[in-house]
């Protein structure tokens, strides 16, 4: 494209976007943050001032300002269930996509939206702030060495106290805990193992007396069966106490990683081989300007970028299987998408941490 420094739009200034989304773009210098899409005046005037944007927009006017040629690419931080209209709205027009995971509620959905991407000749890469960050791509590494002998074993449990009325429990949005973060256990699983499911068994339940879970399930209880009798185990829920944890098990020892999934704290390993203990600690960093960084850079040289829409698609096939199963009481077999690509070390990027910002009609999604 002949442009060192790619022009986003960032549609939609939830929490997660005015925590981790807007701060990177100073530390991304081939990215440059230059439209918000929001309905709240409030909101698009007060980060549009401390960002410096130009453009401060309704949603209304998506479609006419990325016909303009304003911008290069979009950030969609929008709900679960407007991703798919979003993205292929982008691709009409010209439009590059960097968008939220999961990348939509349906397998159809993935579909379209890598499908109209390619036909407009357009990116499309699934916002994975995991896969360019040192801890997990570490874990990858050791369990791929041979150093806990042959893996064996996944375990995973991720849970917060979600607050009463937080957009995460609305089912019309697309949230509940598997879309929110019960895909991080699934995604960490297919990168560990290297590998796809072929087949899942889960189980749900809420209770009755808390009306945050009338729209959504509280928890999910999942097991994974892989190839080569690989068996990962995933617990998640927004109704228990804070846990972001994964643990890798071998033939000769384990890899625990807690917390494994945050990007407001330092992450840290317990290596225990033959007996032996070892810690490390990885500071906290910047997990979305490296998404950034690496995304512009893909426009700018024209390459396919990775995590990719299979990828996405990949996982929201699985998660499909797992409201099935936990629907019909029973195994359900999962078709697996091909994946030669996974994530490894060569994709770290390491940008330092920015303070937590103020935030604009938004809150964490727990206490």
Same mark, same amino acid.
């Given at each position: 494209?002949?442009?060192?420094?790619?022009?986003?739009?960032?549609?939609?200034?939830?929490?997660?976007?005015?925590?981790?989304?807007?701060?990177?773009?100073?530390?991304?210098?081939?990215?440059?943050?230059?439209?918000?899409?929001?309905?709240?005046?409030?909101?698009?005037?007060?980060?549009?001032?401390?960002?410096?944007?130009?453009?401060?927009?309704?949603?209304?006017?998506?479609?006419?300002?990325?016909?303009?040629?304003?911008?290069?690419?979009?950030?969609?931080?929008?709900?679960?269930?407007?991703?798919?209209?979003?993205?292929?709205?982008?691709?009409?027009?010209?439009?590059?996509?960097?968008?939220?995971?999961?990348?939509?509620?349906?397998?159809?959905?993935?579909?379209?939206?890598?499908?109209?991407?390619?036909?407009?000749?357009?990116?499309?890469?699934?916002?994975?702030?995991?896969?360019?960050?040192?801890?997990?791509?570490?874990?990858?590494?050791?369990?791929?060495?041979?150093?806990?002998?042959?893996?064996?074993?996944?375990?995973?449990?991720?849970?917060?106290?979600?607050?009463?009325?937080?957009?995460?429990?609305?089912?019309?949005?697309?949230?509940?805990?598997?879309?929110?973060?019960?895909?991080?256990?699934?995604?960490?699983?297919?990168?560990?193992?290297?590998?796809?499911?072929?087949?899942?068994?889960?189980?749900? =339940?809420?209770? #009755?007396?808390? $009306?945050?879970?009338?729209?959504?399930?509280?928890?999910?209880? @999942?097991?994974?069966?892989? &190839? /080569?009798?690989?068996?990962?185990?995933?617990?998640?829920?927004?109704?228990?106490?804070?846990?972001?944890?994964?643990?890798?098990?071998?033939?000769?020892?384990?890899?625990?990683?807690?917390?494994?999934?945050?990007?407001?704290?330092?992450?840290?390993?317990?290596?225990?081989?033959?007996?032996?203990?070892?810690?490390?600690?990885?500071?906290?960093?910047?997990?979305?300007?490296?998404?950034?960084?690496?995304?512009?850079?893909?426009?700018?040289?024209?390459?396919?970028?990775?995590?990719?829409?299979?990828?996405?698609?990949?996982?929201?096939?699985?998660?499909? =299987?797992?409201? #099935?199963?936990? $629907?019909?009481?029973?195994?359900?077999?999962?078709?697996?998408? @091909?994946?030669?690509?996974? &994530? /490894?070390?060569?994709?770290?990027?390491?940008?330092?941490?920015?303070?937590?910002?103020?935030?604009?009609?938004?809150?964490?999604?727990?206490?």
């Amino acid at each position: 494209m002949g442009q060192k420094r790619i022009r986003y739009a960032v549609i939609g200034q939830g929490y997660f976007s005015q925590a981790a989304i807007l701060p990177a773009f100073k530390s991304a210098p081939n990215a440059e943050l230059t439209a918000l899409f929001s309905d709240d005046p409030q909101k698009l005037a007060e980060l549009g001032e401390r960002y410096d944007v130009e453009h401060k927009l309704a949603y209304d006017r998506y479609d006419s300002f990325l016909a303009s040629g304003a911008v290069d690419a979009v950030y969609i931080a929008l709900p679960n269930n407007q991703h798919c209209e979003y993205t292929i709205r982008a691709a009409k027009a010209g439009v590059h996509v960097l968008v939220e995971k999961p990348m939509a509620t349906s397998e159809d959905e993935c579909a379209q939206m890598i499908q109209a991407c390619a036909n407009a000749n357009v990116k499309l890469m699934v916002a994975y702030r995991l896969h360019f960050e040192e801890a997990n791509l570490e874990a990858i590494e050791i369990a791929k060495s041979g150093r806990l002998g042959d893996i064996r074993a996944f375990n995973s449990i991720f849970t917060m106290q979600v607050q009463e009325g937080n957009s995460r429990l609305r089912g019309d949005l697309g949230g509940g805990p598997l879309n929110d973060i019960g895909i991080y256990c699934v995604n960490a699983a297919r990168y560990i193992f290297q590998d796809e499911p072929m087949e899942v068994a889960a189980f749900s =339940a809420s209770r #009755e007396d808390d $009306r945050r879970f009338d729209e959504v399930e509280e928890h999910f209880g @999942v097991v994974m069966r892989f &190839p /080569d009798a690989k068996i990962a185990t995933c617990y998640f829920g927004f109704g228990a106490a804070d846990q972001a944890r994964y643990d890798v098990i071998g033939t000769r020892g384990a890899l625990h990683v807690d917390p494994a999934y945050e990007f407001v704290t330092d992450l840290a390993h317990e290596l225990v081989v033959d007996g032996k203990s070892e810690k490390r600690v990885f500071k906290k960093r910047d997990q979305v300007a490296p998404e950034l960084i690496y995304f512009s850079d893909c426009i700018i040289q024209n390459r396919t970028p990775e995590p990719s829409g299979t990828e996405g698609l990949a996982d929201v096939r699985i998660m499909r =299987a797992i409201t #099935e199963s936990a $629907r019909l009481g029973r195994a359900i077999a999962v078709e697996r998408v @091909v994946r030669r690509a996974r &994530p /490894d070390r060569s994709q770290e990027i390491h940008v330092p941490p920015h303070s937590m910002p103020k935030l604009v009609h938004a809150r964490p999604p727990s206490h």
